[in-house]
């Protein structure tokens, strides 16, 4: 309110300084107004900028429209600062059980923190810029002559008055609003840079002490176990304890309250990967096909796939926060332990079962240790046994069942890594190193879960691939039976790679070196490198090679998702194979384009190279060239196309394949003739099916005398048509070519449905006019 008063006091304090403008607008130099310049303001001039006015005060209300997200901004800085309340308050106490775990927890959850925080100030400060924009295009109309006229002239006031009332409301809201949302702003941009003040300094703290801790871990931490503890356990020290497992929950809980969205779009993966089997399962039993399923064996993909999806879903998830930290982890392996544990309560051996059973009780009691309140020492000696038991278990288990195991190398190799994690974390923890016993007995457990369901994840998605292959082909109406042995094994390799990649940084995590790895990896492969005048990365060429090698994946394997495996089964369907021929060459295309735009190539370099490629071209590649040039047209000019009929020079068959490099034709005898792409150019090109399947076949029949030539004519027509392969609706023809006193040659000609059914379709109708001139008594010759 106080705003609008000063506004009007700052038009009259004008008022003796524009006297003399408004003395003009009412003078006349002229007796007559027709060729008079009337600057004379109408009462329309003052109700448009009252118009203006009002438009500039009505954009308050929108500003206001942030305040919503601010209070979300600060409901979620609420939680940030309980967060790094506990992280400081942990890191300041020197208290024993701050190992490794929790420091690199504490660094990821503060960058975490961080990086949320830049976001929020980012865009407070965007609000900010949109509120100082409407607060100096409201204060702009304190230099409007038409304004500060209005509010001068006394005698416009009554004309104006509804305007004037409505312009105080107006005013007076716009004020309240911009007054409340600036202090808002302000005070919310201020909390979020302290926010960042103190993480960074926090993280500073932490990566003093990962330093100093991580050499730690290797010497003496604590008394050898052996030697009796102190006989007096202070309560400061139980109630320091319980604190620290108190603040380690709830940081756990601040995690994964602020990352649901990362949990839905893991879900919505595993609800995707569930429909896309049941729709599969689902279109088989409706066609009543599913004995074509029978060769595959299937293990894990069923019509209701909940454990493939749980386990698709559960090991993809380290791959969706690669900076997560170790409860993430630790919860995903658990959820996995108790996915296996059901589905192996099923399908397992009672023999098998009740080991793995045993496995889970010990690793549950060596995780959730800490849990029961035992002393220090006490828990130390927990661990031990526990320790001892696995390693003894494990030797037991991998002597027992040696000839089980070794089916399975990936099996028999992570036993191997669980016993010996075991053995260092016993001895870890008689010498007193205890956070080396917590790093291995940890990691000797995860990684002996997480390589058993990573076997059944891969295997799963195989599964998954072959069932999409057969189902597209039910649907299609192609032969059930097709080799699938190469495609598994080329569907293995990428599958294979993923699995490994997600247990190298599952493993990494548990032995708590991820993070320093990382951050080595990314120095080596950022670190810029010259060669000559090219200046690249590492990563450049890595991430530029890495999508080259995908797009060339999806290109080679994208026909086998729609059935097409590459057998005679799709050559009826052009229309796809055409299809998928052009998407084959985009996916190719843009895997190159997105490459070198993600990889960060100068672009001016790659054109150099190109230029030196293409001298190269001019002296020793064109055939190379000349075969690709003439792929591309083959493709989109379309002369031939997959399944067609075709005769290039001496060699007649139908198209399999049509690459970039050279098409191959599939021969009468099985033959697979390969042509360059020139050559077929080059030639001329018989097309048998290019607009029609039809063909036109002849056939020469000669007898022992002379015949009825129209009883005949109507009577191998007859015949004719009874073919299922013979096109009726274009009538046979028959004439004679030759007659003499002892025998008569008929030349015949009809049309086929389809030119594939050339031979076929000759021998019925040679057997159906044979027949019919033995009845008639005439012998052929």
């Known amino acids: 309110m106080k705003l609008f008063y000063l506004f009007v006091l700052f038009i009259l304090l004008n008022h003796r300084c524009a006297a003399q403008d408004s003395s003009k607008l009412s003078t006349k130099s002229f007796d007559s107004s027709l060729f008079v310049a009337d600057d004379t303001l109408t009462r329309n001039d003052y109700l448009v900028k009252f118009g203006k006015v009002f438009q500039a005060l009505n954009k308050a209300p929108k500003v206001n429209q942030s305040v919503s997200s601010i209070n979300s901004i600060n409901h979620t ?74 509010f001068r002239d006394s005698m416009l006031w009554p004309l104006f008055k509804p305007q004037l009332i409505q312009l105080r409301i107006k005013w007076k809201n716009a004020d309240s609003l911009i007054k409340k949302v600036n202090i808002l702003i302000d005070n919310t941009l201020a909390r979020t840079s302290t926010n960042l003040i103190i993480i960074e300094e926090l993280q500073h703290q932490s990566e003093v002490l990962l330093r100093t801790t991580g050499p730690r871990a290797f010497s003496k931490e604590s008394r050898y176990i052996w030697e009796p503890p102190s006989s007096k356990i202070s309560s400061s020290r139980v109630q320091e304890y319980k604190k620290a497992l108190e603040g380690e929950q709830k940081i756990t809980q601040y995690y994964f309250a602020h990352t649901r969205n990362l949990f839905y779009v893991l879900l919505i993966t595993g609800i995707i990967f569930f429909y896309w089997i049941f729709y599969n399962y689902k279109s088989i039993k409706k066609r009543r096909k599913i004995t074509a399923l029978k060769p595959f064996q299937f293990s894990y993909v069923k019509s209701i796939p909940i454990f493939a999806s749980l386990m698709f879903m559960l090991n993809l998830a380290p791959l969706f926060d690669l900076d997560a930290p170790a409860i993430y982890i630790e919860s995903i392996v658990f959820l996995l332990m108790f996915t296996l544990t059901v589905h192996f309560w099923t399908t397992l051996p009672r ?94 457990i995860f990684a002996f879960v997480q390589t058993i369901s990573l076997i059944i994840f891969t295997k799963a998605v195989i599964e998954a691939f072959l069932l999409q292959i057969q189902g597209s082909r039910i649907r299609k109406q192609y032969p059930e039976h097709f080799e699938y042995a190469e495609i598994k094994r080329g569907i293995s390799r990428i599958i294979i790679l993923i699995a490994f990649i997600i247990w190298l940084i599952v493993f990494t995590a548990n032995l708590n070196i991820y993070i320093a790895l990382k951050q080595q990896l990314t120095e080596l492969l950022t670190m810029p490198r010259v060669l000559g005048s090219i200046s690249f990365t590492l990563s450049g060429v890595i991430l530029f090679l890495g999508i080259i090698w995908v797009a060339n994946f999806l290109q080679k394997y994208i026909a086998y998702f729609f059935g097409d495996v590459g057998d005679d089964a799709a050559f009826d369907n052009k229309g796809q194979r055409s299809r998928l021929l052009i998407t084959r060459l985009i996916l190719l295309i843009a895997g190159f384009l997105l490459a070198v735009a993600a990889s960060g190539l100068p672009i001016d370099r790659i054109t150099v190279i190109l230029g030196a490629l293409g001298i190269g071209i001019g002296l ?10 003439s792929g591309i047209i083959l493709i989109f000019d379309r002369p031939i196309r997959i399944g067609d009929t075709v005769e290039i020079g001496d060699k007649r068959g139908r198209v399999k394949e049509i690459t970039v490099r050279a098409t191959t034709l599939l021969t009468l005898e099985g033959a697979e003739v390969i042509i360059p792409n020139g050559d077929i150019l ?39 048509n009874l073919s299922p392969d013979v096109l009726s609706k274009r009538e046979p023809e028959i004439f004679i070519n030759s007659i003499s006193s002892n025998l008569s040659q008929l030349q015949v000609f009809f049309w086929l449905k389809d030119v594939i059914r050339i031979d076929g ?4 109708v040679y057997e159906a006019i044979y027949k019919y001139l033995e009845e008639k008594g005439i012998s052929v010759l």
């Open 620 to 629: 020793g590649l064109q055939s190379i060239v000349n075969n690709f040039v």
């Open 682 to 720: 080059s030639h001329n090109i018989v097309n048998w099916t290019l607009s029609n399947t039809h063909a036109r076949v002849p056939i020469t029949i000669t007898t022992s005398r002379l015949l009825d030539t129209e009883e005949t004519r109507l009577a191998i027509i007859e015949r004719i």
């Open 761 to 764: 379709a000759k021998s019925d």
């Open 77 to 150: 800085l609420d939680d940030d600062d309980s967060a790094l309340y506990i992280i400081r308050d942990r890191l300041n106490s020197a208290d024993r059980s701050l190992n490794i775990r929790n420091l690199q927890m504490f660094y990821v959850l503060l960058t975490q923190i961080g990086q949320h925080t830049r976001l929020y100030n980012k865009e407070l400060n965007q609000y900010d810029s949109a509120l100082d924009a409407v607060k100096r295009e409201i204060f702009q109309l304190r230099k409007d002559t038409v304004v500060r006229h209005i």
């Open 351 to 444: 023999k098998f079962f009740r080991q793995w059973f045993l496995f889970i009780i010990i690793s549950v009691l060596f995780l959730f240790i800490r849990l029961f309140g035992f002393s220090f020492y006490a828990q130390r000696w927990w661990i031990l046994i526990l320790n001892g038991i696995s390693f003894g278990w494990g030797l037991i288990m991998m002597v027992k069942f040696n000839k089980k195991l070794n089916q399975y190398g990936l099996i028999l190799f992570s036993a191997g890594l669980y016993v010996l994690f075991n053995l260092l974390a016993f001895l870890c923890n008689l010498f007193g190193r205890v956070t080396l016993t917590h790093i291995f007995g940890t990691a000797a």
